[in-house]
């Protein structure tokens, strides 16, 4: 069976600190992996990867994908309080197949 | 701007009712979604649509049903509520890449979501 697992499921973090959020899949017909960010509302995307190694960058996120280890991960770096969210992992194969989510809480 | 629209943002129904969830997008996009989101489960996918009047199903369709009459809109019918049905519920939707049998396409862009109790 598909699946899309994300660690940890949730951490509390002090404004400033960098943190690594983890997802790690198994999936029959991988074609991309997806990062969303949702705090009280809809899910906002962040990122897509689909290539092995190549960073994405946004700001103080960044993410990366090994597809023969089959996880990626999403940094933060400096966080700050806006940053505070469920961030939510997707693999995209025929449909997108979600993780259970990391919820990110950043204390001032 | 990129918007997705849910009827409501919380409702409370009584076992036994039936329940409509409107999603609006005004992307033009082919594929529309809904899923739900419970604690520690993640979204899980309930039904799509590639394309008006078409639908299939999706990991966890039971108990639910839905209807896309015009492109714009997918709504989702649950025909009897009941207690368990109590969750989150998230319409998205998504431009087709490469036709149906490529995939559902990529990035999905999501609606506020509607909060509904059944009680």
């Known amino acids: 069976e598909d699946k899309v697992v994300q660690s940890p499921l949730s951490l509390v973090v002090h404004e400033g600190d960098t943190v690594t959020l983890n997802c790690s899949y198994e999936?029959?017909?991988?074609?991309?992996l997806l990062w969303y960010k949702q705090e009280k509302k809809a899910p906002t995307f962040l990122f897509m990867l689909?290539?092995?190694?190549i960073e994405k960058k946004s700001g103080r996120l960044s993410s990366i994908l090994d597809k023969k280890e089959l996880f990626s991960i999403l940094n933060i770096t400096a966080t700050q309080t806006g940053d505070s969210a469920v961030y939510l992992c997707?693999?995209?194969?025929?449909?997108?197949?979600f993780g259970a989510g990391t919820i990110l809480r950043v204390k001032s | 701007d990129v918007k997705v629209t849910q009827s409501s943002r919380y409702l409370v129904k009584r076992t036994g009712e039936k329940v409509f969830l409107e999603c609006v997008q005004d992307?033009?996009?082919?594929?529309m979604f809904w899923y739900r989101q419970d604690p520690g489960l993640g979204l899980r996918l309930i039904y799509f649509?590639?394309?008006?009047?078409?639908?299939e199903k999706g990991d966890i369709p039971e108990g639910y049903s839905v209807s896309r009459e015009k492109k714009e809109r997918f709504s989702l019918i649950l025909e009897s509520a009941s207690t368990n049905q109590t969750s989150m519920y998230l319409c998205?939707?998504?431009?087709?890449?490469?036709?149906?049998?490529?995939?559902?396409?990529?990035?999905?862009?999501f609606g506020p979501g509607t909060r509904l109790t059944v009680l």
């Open positions: 998205a939707s998504s431009t087709r890449t490469g036709g149906r049998a490529s995939g559902m396409g990529d990035t999905q862009y």
């Open positions: 999936v029959t017909n991988f074609r991309s």
């Open positions: 689909t290539s092995s190694g």
């Open positions: 997707a693999v995209h194969e025929n449909k997108l197949v």
């Open positions: 992307m033009d996009h082919e594929n």
């Open positions: 649509s590639y394309d008006v009047k078409m639908k």
